[in-house]
Structure formats: C-alpha cells, structure tokens
C-alpha cells in the first residue's frame, strides 16, 4: 500500500548556499527584517530551502506546525487578499469572508515562485501586508481585516526578466545564488538527493535531531534578540556605508540595522559589532546599491581590425558592401567596426521636439514600396500572441451585487459585473541608435530631443520607461524599466556613440523583453520607438515586437540610402522620419 504522506527535503540536509541559508535564517529568527528575495538560475536549490524552512522555523504565533502557503503565478486578487464567501451567501443568506493566501500563511512562511513574473499590482498588495502586518480588505460589499504576519520568501530566475527596482527594495534581503559547484559538491548533492528519493520517510528521519536543534536555536535567538543594544558608533557606521552605496531613501538602513542586530541575538552577543555589521552588508545591498559614478555605459570592446574612421558616405557604401557579403545582418554589423575605431563621444540633445504620432506623419522616401501602419491597427493576424486591437482584460462577476439584488433565486438571471480597473499600464520601450554614424549631422543630439519629449510626455502621465542603446558593437540597458524621471535631460546629454550597429541583436532583446513583460501582465500596453539611421543590412523580417511599434529615421545624409523606409516595412511598423518632426515644429 503506499503512503500519500509527502516530505520535504530537510533544511539542514542541503549542501552548499551557506548565504542563502544565513538570509533564511535571520529572518525566521526577525521577520521586521522583510523576507528574502532570492535570485538564480534553474537547479541552485532556491525552492528547496525555501520549502524546507518551514520545517526548522518555530511558529510565529503559537505552537505547532509553521503554515506554509505558496502563491501560485496564475493567482487572482480574490485568491491572495480574500473574497466574498459564495457559500455561506447561498445557505446561510449572510455576508461572510473568506480568507485568501495571507490569512493561510499568518503565522508562517509564504512562498512566491517566479515573484519577478507576478502581476506589479499583486506584488504591491503583498509587500504592503507583509511590511504592515495587517490584511484590509474592502471590496464586494465587505469590510474586513485581519492580520497576517508571515515570513515572505520570493524566488525568481533573472534569464525570465528583472522585478522592478522599487519593488525589489521592498524585500529586506537579496540572494544572487550561481549554479557552478565544485566536483565535491556536486557529488555530495547528488549523493543526498539519491538517498532522499530512495527513501523519504528514512532520510528525514536520520536528519530529525539536526532540525531540531536547529529550531532550538532559533527560538533562543529570538529571546536574545529582546535583549541586544547597539552602539551610536555602529549606528553612524551603517549610515555611512549606506551613503557610499548610494542607495535610496533609509529603508537600508533599517534593514541593515535590524539584520546586524539579529545577526548579534544569532552570534550569542549582547551587542552588535562590525563583524555583524559586515556579515550582512552583501544581503542588505545587493539589491539597492547604485554605482557612483558617471551614468553613462562603459564603451564595448572594439575589433582589433579596425580602421582608421573614414566618415564619408563613400567609406559608408563600401563598409556596406563587406557587410552584405557575410552570413547574416549579425555578421554585417560586426563589419562595421570601421566606424568603431572612433571614441566613444557625447551630444548633448536638443531642445525636446514633439513627438505624434499618426498617420499624417507617416511619410517615406519610397511610399509605394512602404504601407503606413499605425500604432493600435492590427493587421488581420496574431504577432507573437498579442493582439493590440483587442481588448486583454476581461470583466469579473459581481457576486455580491448579483445576490443582493436577487436574493431567492441561484443561479441569478442577470449577472453584474466587476468595473474595469482604470490607469492601464503603458511601457515606453526607446530603442536608441548609439552608433558612430549617429554623431553625423548632429543626429545624436536631435534623436535625444525626441527622446526627452517622449520621456516628458511619459512622466506627466504616469507611465513607464525603458530605454535600451544599441552601438559600440553591443546593447546596452541605460534605463530599467521605471515610471518615467521628472527630468532625464542631464543624465541624456551623457549618454556616448561610437562604434559599429548591433542592430538585430537589440531588437532580439527587445522582443524578448516585451514577452516577459506581456506575460507578466497581459493588459500592458507596450509602445516601441527604434530611433536609428538604418545604416545595417540585417535582416529583421523574422522579428516580432508585441505592441505598438514606430521606426524614427534620423539618417540625415544628403543622399537617403532609403534602409529606414525598408527595415519598417519589414517590421510592420509606423514610419516617422525625424526631419519631418523638425520641419513640423519649424
């Protein structure tokens, strides 16, 4: 017969991950420290410590098992918050409430898997009750809370997209786990694991008294923790180090000084020292740390080929020519490199010029090979799973409005529905051409302009911006995804180019990177600005970005090789020459 009973892997019987089981522990032994936010690739053993906590970490509450409840990716508000109980409606006819996720996990650990691919909207949620303490719940005619006090774990792979940064410094500590072992260890974990699926029942009880003890110990932390002090010295010290990082706001600083103090209480110490205050700074940091230094991206590596910069058209053609000869438009961008000999230089950008756009502007130097597309039209087919011109959101039923208002019949004959959620999420992807040939007829200068209007435009409606700079023979994140800065015009103005144009390879980041990001919310509106002089022979019409897409022209050359008008036909995407922005604010 065989037994439906399940084990988890024992906490104390992983190999390895000595940061992350410290992170883990600190926190069970100080939950105000704020969970742990763990990142690493697939097989680092991220859920399994996460897993296996429950069964060394004492309830928070009373006695007994740790509740141990895990967010699924596909959860709704109502699954994590709590709803209106339909059941006790129909039999009892009484408003009653029933308890979400946060009111499982009270007490114990909640588990969020792949956090980084969780709605925006539930994460706040659940940041916000996990800093507070407290579930409020006022929706479907209820009015309700409760508390919830849990140790929040997060996991999630960096291959599948970043968590944005405001939320990642909501976690107290950050974990970055690698997947490279030692021969030794790789034996060990095997050796371990081999043992556990043999025998589940057995194994768990050869480590027993190791999570135990465990346990024990952090329950005498968490009395120690009552009584440990902490010098004005190691205060001033934190501080400073915090303002070196230069991180945001004093969040670090809390976090920090609770981690020390916890790390003291876990040491035996009755005061915290600089030892405690080192063992954590890498935990407390690793998330919220920014370089102080000059924003502007280091410049790539250049071939070691490279010639003179010649800056002619003629040189242009002929650079072309070599490019068109090689495998792919890959390989013609790395041929390029005669731009790349030139140092990387910096324009400052041009008053910020209006960008609108619509078909009226959408105009071509060959308009009888190019068909204007304009953003939100689709095409008659699905591009890469997401149809712009339908809506992605789907109204949820009222229950408590649909009962109230029939109250002796089930099910009801006219059902109400949830109101649509306003403010959709709108994404700003530029797509920043920061190749040598950009610095040519001030081109650099004027595509900055438009990209301060967009950024502007951005801002005063709240939406978010990203932007990615393609040049210097490699694609570079100069802005994550952020709501859109007041002023970027400073931190514009420094931005360099030189080098060859990587062009296939940013709008394969670029695809990929809206994927993530439609997938992680799939009402998102996504519109993309390439800003580029065309100057590539890649071939891009494999290429599908989700969402609205505009190509910018800013070739400014006296003779228009056309590439511009070609690459958005290619990528179905509306066509804006930059001169006509110009001429149009003239």
């Known amino acids: 017969m065989t037994s439906n009973t399940s084990f988890d892997f024992p906490f104390t019987a992983v190999a390895g991950q000595e940061q992350l089981k410290l992170a883990l522990l600190l926190n069970a032994v100080n939950p105000l420290i704020g969970g742990v936010l ?3 690739p697939r097989g680092s053993a ?3 410590l996460a897993r296996g906590l429950a069964g060394v970490m004492p309830a928070f509450i009373s006695e007994g098992d740790v509740p141990f409840a895990t967010l699924p990716l596909g959860a709704s508000e109502d699954r994590l918050l709590g709803a209106l109980n339909l059941e006790q409606v129909l039999q009892d006819k009484q408003v009653s409430f029933q308890p979400g996720l946060l009111s499982q996990a009270h007490g114990g650990v909640l588990y969020v898997d792949e956090v980084n691919l969780l709605a925006d909207h539930l994460v706040d949620q659940l940041l916000d009750v996990s800093a507070s303490g407290v579930n409020r719940v006022e929706r479907d005619g209820l009015s309700h ?12 792979n960096p291959d599948e997209g970043e968590l944005r940064p405001q939320l990642k410094d909501r976690f107290g ?8 072992y030692s021969i030794e260890e790789r034996v060990q974990i095997v050796r371990l694991r081999d043992q556990f699926d043999q025998d589940p029942s057995g194994f768990c009880e050869a480590f027993k008294y190791k999570q135990r003890n465990l346990k024990q110990s952090i329950l005498q932390a968490r009395e120690k923790l009552q009584q440990v002090g902490c010098a004005d010295e190691i205060r001033f010290n934190i501080a400073e180090l915090c303002q070196q990082a230069n ?23 009755q005061s915290v020292t600089s030892d405690d205050v080192q063992a954590v700074a890498e935990l407390v940091l690793a998330h919220r740390r920014h370089e102080v230094s000059d924003p502007t991206p280091p410049p790539s590596r250049r071939p070691e080929a490279s010639k003179p910069p010649q800056l002619d058209s003629s040189q242009g053609q002929s650079s072309l020519q070599q490019s068109k000869a090689s ?4 390989m013609s961008e790395q041929a390029q490199g005669e731009w790349g000999s030139m140092p990387p230089q910096s324009l400052a950008a041009d008053q910020a010029i209006r960008v609108t756009l619509s078909a009226k502007q959408a105009t071509t130097s060959n308009p009888q090979n190019l068909r204007e597309v304009t953003p939100g039209k689709s095409k008659g087919s699905h591009r890469g799973g997401y149809r712009h011109d339908v809506q992605q959101t789907s109204q949820s039923v009222d229950w408590f409005r649909s009962l109230s208002r029939q109250p002796q019949q089930w099910p009801p004959e006219n059902l109400s529905f949830k109101g649509a959620k306003s403010g959709q999420t709108i994404l700003h992807l530029v797509l920043l051409d920061t190749s040598a040939s950009s610095l040519q007829e001030n081109t650099l200068a004027k595509a900055k302009a438009v990209i301060l209007d967009l950024a502007q435009q951005a801002y005063l409606a709240r939406e978010h911006l990203t932007i990615l700079g393609f040049g210097q023979d490699g694609v570079t994140e100069l802005m994550a995804r952020v709501r859109a800065p007041k002023d970027i015009a400073n931190w514009l103005d420094e931005v360099p180019a030189g080098g060859g144009t990587p062009f296939r390879q940013v709008l394969q980041q670029a695809q990929s990177y809206l994927q993530q990001e439609h997938k992680k919310d799939s009402a998102l509106l996504s519109r ?5 002089d065309g100057r590539t022979q890649a071939d891009v019409a494999d290429l599908v970005l989700p969402g609205e897409l505009a190509l910018i022209d800013t070739e400014a050359s006296a003779i228009k090789r056309g590439r511009g008008g070609d690459i958005a036909q290619a990528l179905n995407a509306q066509y804006v020459s930059l001169d006509s922005l110009f001429e149009t604010e003239l």
């Open 247 to 269: 991180i945001d706001g004093v969040r670090g600083d809390i976090v920090w000084l609770r981690a020390a103090m916890t790390h003291a209480a876990w040491c035996n110490r």
């Open 528 to 532: 993309t600005y390439l800003l580029t």
């Open 145 to 156: 809370q409760h508390e919830a006090k849990f140790l929040l774990v997060g996991t999630m």
């Open 327 to 330: 495998e792919q438009g890959d």
């Open 173 to 180: 500590f950050m974990v970055n786990l690698g997947n490279q």
């Open 46 to 48: 991220k859920s399994t």
């Open 38 to 40: 763990i990142s690493g």
